[in-house]
């Protein structure tokens, strides 16, 4: 796993993993990311905890940190925020969908009237 170096939060060592420091370095670079600096579990005592699941909310937290430190322009932020607000948007959607799917399991039981 790729050498993230120090956390700018707790500043202990840390690493990525490499399916996702792959993805900055090629998805998240068009989208205006940067390498996150603090480690997962400060990440994770972030605010942004929603059920998004951990790739949507740390690239979330990312583009903050990215915005914070000038790295990236206010078009660039909203780009990004934009494409993540979409994918927010249907990861809600494939949730809702299967909460319905499983409830569409139990409606596809034999019917005992
Ligand atoms: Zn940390």
């Known amino acids: 796993m790729p050498d993230m170096g120090l956390c700018k939060e707790c500043n202990e060592p840390w690493s990525m993993e490499q399916g996702q420091y792959d993805w900055f370095l090629s998805e998240g670079k068009e989208k205006g990311l940067t ?3 603090r480690c997962p579990e400060c990440r994770k005592k972030g605010k942004i905890r929603r059920q998004a699941g951990p790739s ?3 690239r979330f937290l990312n583009l903050l ?3 914070e430190r000038e790295d990236i322009g206010p ?3 909203y780009d990004a ?3 993540l607000i979409e994918e927010l948007r249907q990861f809600e ?3 809702s969908k299967g909460k319905g799917h499983h409830d569409k399991r139990k409606d596809s ?3 005992r009237q």
């Open 93 to 95: 959607q494939r949730v």
């Open 75 to 77: 078009s660039q932020f």
């Open 81 to 83: 925020l934009h494409n």
């Open 65 to 67: 940190d990215s915005y």
């Open 56 to 58: 949507l909310s740390d």
């Open 109 to 111: 039981e034999p019917a």
């Open 35 to 37: 390498l996150p600096k």
